[in-house]
T-cell receptor, first 116, second 115 residues
Framework: DAGITQSPRHKVTETGTPVTLRCHQTENHRYMYWYRQDPGHGLRLIHYSYGVKDTDKGEVSDGYSVSRSKTEDFLLTLESATSSQTSVYFC???????????????FGPGTRLTVL | AQSVTQLDSQVPVFEEAPVELRCNYSSSVSVYLFWYVQYPNQGLQLLLKYLSGSTLVKGINGFEAEFNKSQTSFHLRKPSVHISDTAEYFCAVSDRIWGAQKLVFGQGTRLTINP
């Protein structure tokens, strides 16, 4: 399972409140990703990281920020949650694939966030 | 920008029947294709991937997919499905396989196996 945990696994919050989701990995992988999953949209990339303090935006980054101060932790923050951010959030890490130079992504168990 | 279209949102089949889940992608100079499976209340698991070489790719759990460049397709097949194959399946594409890999996913196909 690539040693990925996400916390919390479920959260209900109110519109306008800040929310932070945590992704923790135990195997020292360089690349980490945050996706959101919504019906009819599949998964969409929010932000990703290619090292400590190195992050970049994905396809749907508006309203989200990230931080990575340690290799093992990648935090996703909703500064002021809105109902449109109700979703299931998945963290992934990038691992070397079978050929050694190709990357594969392994996904965490997900966090279900409801914004009322 | 890359895009992926999964042509069926739901596919019901009977147990032991064959199944094909369809995936089309937007053309690009370099394309790397993946199929992931998501069992209920779980994260995604890689089924198989096409990077280069043989266009027929075999994955886990008896699944295979064929890369067709002229039709920009990467359909997933299994000759005989089992109840345990009930899940949602996602096709994904990337324009790179080294470094930070930004996957673009299709909308998903829910496969339901009936006894």
């Amino acid at each position: 399972d690539a040693g990925i945990t996400q916390s919390p696994r479920h959260k209900v919050t109110e519109t306008g409140t800040p929310v932070t989701l945590r992704c923790h990995q135990t195997e020292n992988h360089r690349y980490m990703y945050w996706y959101r999953q919504d019906p009819g949209h599949g998964l969409r990339l929010i932000h990703y990281s290619y090292g400590v303090k190195d992050t970049d935006k994905g396809e749907v980054s508006d309203g989200y920020s990230v931080s990575r101060s340690k290799t093992e932790d990648f935090l996703l923050t909703l500064e002021s949650a809105t109902s449109s951010q109700t979703s299931v959030y998945f963290c992934a890490v990038g691992l070397a694939g079978g050929r050694g130079w190709d990357n594969e992504q392994f996904f965490g168990p997900g966090t279900r966030l409801t914004v009322l | 920008a890359q895009s992926v279209t999964q042509l069926d949102s739901q596919v019901p089949v009977f147990e032991e029947a064959p199944v094909e889940l369809r995936c089309n992608y937007s053309s690009s100079v370099s394309v790397y294709l993946f199929w992931y499976v998501q069992y209920p209340n779980q994260g995604l698991q890689l089924l198989l991937k096409y990077l280069s070489g043989s266009t027929l790719v075999k994955g886990i759990n008896g699944f295979e997919a064929e890369f067709n460049k002229s039709q920009t397709s990467f359909h997933l097949r299994k000759p005989s499905v089992h109840i345990s194959d009930t899940a949602e399946y996602f096709c994904a594409v990337s324009d790179r396989i080294w470094g930070a890999q930004k996957l673009v996913f299709g909308q998903g196909t829910r496969l339901t196996i009936n006894p």
